[in-house]
């Protein structure tokens, strides 16, 4: 079993991303670190907190940066709406987040797995940018960071840049330059990864209280989806990365060097992406380029099978 962190804004396909994982036998979810995103911390973190409740995932989550490293938090509520997670009415929850803060809590983590820890951010870099800055010691402990976010083509915050990375840039900028081995699953194969008909048809028959909630989450991403960027169905981000400590041949990838832009406005969070190694600078990540949807959607089923 692969040692992971999540690192999520929750968010409709990071809840989609926590579901596959906590039932996939492939992982060992040591943990669920929250991270300021889609909305603000308290809400991404209710966001989190409800939805292990309602799957009864028994996982420690971990509260952490309440804003980038630099920046402000942005104002984004048309993506995932005022809550984060659309109008989901879950009940009550008992679960609280652990008193430990997910800074430390990925830094102790990675001291104790010792080469075996793989980080999955499914938000805004600025937890796992922090961990690194406080305990520079801990990239050689961490086994590869597998993140959704960036793209080599257009973007989806802005033409030039991908909202996670386009949200705290300097943060990223840490990421990337960290040395640690990174995958970066960004836009070029998530918007590959669309919930159509079919795929809706086969998460219904699975007739559970989980499932359901998942064609709820999809049915409320798919509406902005349309409004917003004109998408007939939802593009599920956030599981390709679970999908790929899963499955390694979900996607497929291209080594190449990834610099962030973090002074231009115009072009502020681009991960620029050196697809024909025109700088000459060594790769420091591996770049999805293209996915296996049918493989995916076999992952994403069968982890939701479970519940
Ligand atoms: C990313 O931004 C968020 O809206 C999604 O949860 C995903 O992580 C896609 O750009
Ligand atoms: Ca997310």
Redesign the pocket.
Known sequence: KEKIILDV?T????AIAILVAAKSDKIDLRGITVVA??QTLPKTLKNTLDICDFANIDVPVYAGMHKPLVRNQLEVSE??GDSGLGDIPFPDTTKEAESKHAVNFIIEEALRSDGELILVP??TLTNIAMALNLEPGIKDKIKKIVL??GACGAG??TPSA???IYTDPEAAKVVFESQVPIVMTG?DV?YQALADEKVKERITKLDNRVANLTLKLLELFGETYREFYGFEHP?V??PCTVAKIIDDDVFTTKKMRVDIETSSELTRGRTVCDFHNRTGKAANAEVAVDLDKDRLWDIVIESLSKY
């Open positions: 804004d968010g409709h396909d990071d995103g889609n993506v995932h499914t938000g959704m976010g989806n915050a991908e909202f996670n836009l998530t593009p981000h956030d």
